[in-house]
């Protein structure tokens, strides 16, 4: 089980995989389209994200997560 929200995606960071909490393309729009994405926020804990450059195949759907249940949680600020 992977710490954080239930997000849809995630991607290993310092050797852990992180839910992706958000998104961003190459132009800084929001995306929920993983092989878009140029930038991520993953959670780190409750008081921390973090924002990095991602390429295509660095995000990856959560396979700990229902099937039949995967919607798009983000945080909202």
Do not use: C
């Not at 997000?7 to 929920?32: H, I, P």
């Not at 994200?49 to 945080?75: C, K, L, M, Q, Y």
Request: proline fraction near 4%; charged fraction near 25%.
């Amino acid at each position: 089980m992977i710490v954080g929200p239930d997000s849809k995606y995630m991607m290993q960071f310092l050797g852990e995989w992180r839910a992706v909490t958000n998104m961003f393309d190459a132009a800084n729009n929001d995306t929920t389209n993983a092989l878009r994405a140029a930038k991520a926020v993953l959670f780190v804990s409750k008081d921390q994200w973090v924002a990095i450059a991602v390429n295509p195949g660095d995000i990856v759907e959560r396979f700990d997560r229902d099937p039949d249940a995967r919607t798009w949680e983000s945080i909202n600020h």
